[in-house]
Every structure is written in C-alpha cells, then in structure tokens.
C-alpha cells in the first residue's frame, strides 16, 4: 500500500523559513518523480515543483512565484522527500501535498496524495 | 484567476448524469497535453479520478468517464450517487508558464 506521510506544518512569520517532510513506503522511491502539490481556499491547487528521479536527470523545476525561494530535495536512502520554504510571504499559506508521479509522462499527474500538512504564513 | 476553466458549481439528482467541462487554451489542452482529473472529498487529500484523458485508475467505478476535444475536456457521471457529492479539479500542463496547471474546482452537488 503506498503511503505518503507530511509533517513540519505550522505557523510562521512573513520572511521566516519552513522545512516540509514527505515520509513514504509502498513504492519505489528512487524511480518515482516527486512533487508537491498546494491548496488554498481563494486559489484551490496549485503545483508548486517537482524532483524528477535520478535515473531521469534528477533535476527539479518550480512554480515561478516560488522559484529561488522554495528547494525541494529528496533522500533516496530514506525514501523521503522535502520541501525548504524560505522568505516566507502571505500567500504561501495554503495546505502542502506531497504526491507521486509514478507514469512520468508527458503531461505529469499525480497517482497517490499525502494527506497534507498546513502552513500559515502571519506575523 | 485559473488557467483552466471550469464551472464553480453543478447540480445533479441521484440517477442522473452529469458533465463537468474544464476549459484550456492552445499552450495547454490544445497543445496536445492530456487532462487528468481529481476528486476531493471536504476534507480529504484529492483523490485521482480519470488520468490521460479518458482512462480510470483501479477501483474507479466505470460510471465516471473522460473526454478531450481540441482545447476543452469534460468529465461524464452516470447513474449519480450520494456519495458522488465533492469537489472536481481537471489538471494539465502548461507549455507557456511550464508548469503543472489546474482548474478552479467544480463542486457537485447531489440534490
């Protein structure tokens, strides 16, 4: 049964930082394209980036706003994928998902979904 | 302000069929990219409804289908359950921004 685990949520101030953690089981880690997936009341989902498996490049790609900002990273010896939120604003308050993108195909869908964890960005 | 477009908001009543249109542009659906769609229970992480246009993950009853045509793609729901009350996103790709993009979100409402 895949599992995806979130935690590291909570409440942070404007410029402040976050390290998000994504604990899976059930699949295999190392081939699978990583993402993380946000949901807001006023924006609903929005992606926010990715981390391709090694095998594929390995490289990642972010969603403009949070480029520069955001790192998302992966330890493939402990089946775990993170997300660094740094010069926090606002607008980043929303629910954080972790998800799979077990086909890598052409146009990404996301297979399995954690069950998020929220951040909330206010001084 | 959604990249893809879809309706906030569709009834049904129990038995009915119902249709959900997600409505994109020549950078996205109508470059060729497929749509995917999820279904989220309030309260619930997005569930993975109907993927690569028209094709049902396990476990998904055969009473949802997808379609895709030019820069436009609907998702169909037959025989309308109770249960079938939650919210719909269709999801896509972007060549223009290059990102993963999504719609507003429908919410189905089973009368």
């Known amino acids: 049964e895949v599992q995806l685990v979130e935690s590291g949520g909570g409440l942070v101030k404007p410029g402040g930082s976050l390290r998000l953690s994504c604990a899976t089981s059930g699949f295999t880690f190392s081939n699978a394209w990583m993402n993380w997936v946000r949901q807001t009341p006023g924006k609903g989902l929005e992606w926010v980036g990715r981390?391709?498996?090694?095998?594929?490049?390995?490289?990642?790609d972010y969603l403009a706003p949070v480029k520069g900002r955001f790192t998302i990273s992966r330890d493939d010896s402990k089946n775990t994928l993170y997300l660094q939120m740094n010069s926090l604003k606002t607008e980043d308050t929303a629910v954080y998902y972790c998800t799979t993108d077990l086909k890598s195909g052409t146009t990404p869908f996301f297979d399995y979904w954690g069950q998020g964890t929220l951040v909330t960005v206010s001084s | 302000q959604s990249v893809l477009t879809q309706p906030p908001s569709v009834p049904g009543a129990p038995g009915q069929r119902v249709t959900i249109s997600c409505t994109g542009s020549s950078s996205n659906i109508g470059a060729g990219y497929d749509v995917h769609w999820y279904q989220q229970v309030p309260g619930t992480a997005p569930k993975l409804l109907i993927y690569d246009n028209n094709n049902r993950p396990s476990g998904v009853p055969d009473r949802f289908s997808g379609s895709k045509s030019g820069t436009s793609a609907s998702l169909a729901i037959t025989g309308l359950q109770a249960e079938d009350e939650a919210d719909y996103y269709c999801?896509?790709?972007?060549?223009?921004?290059?990102?993963?993009?999504f719609g507003g979100g429908t919410k189905l409402t089973v009368l």
């Open positions: 981390f391709k498996s090694k095998t594929d490049g390995g490289t990642t």
């Open positions: 999801q896509s790709y972007d060549s223009s921004l290059s990102a993963v993009v």
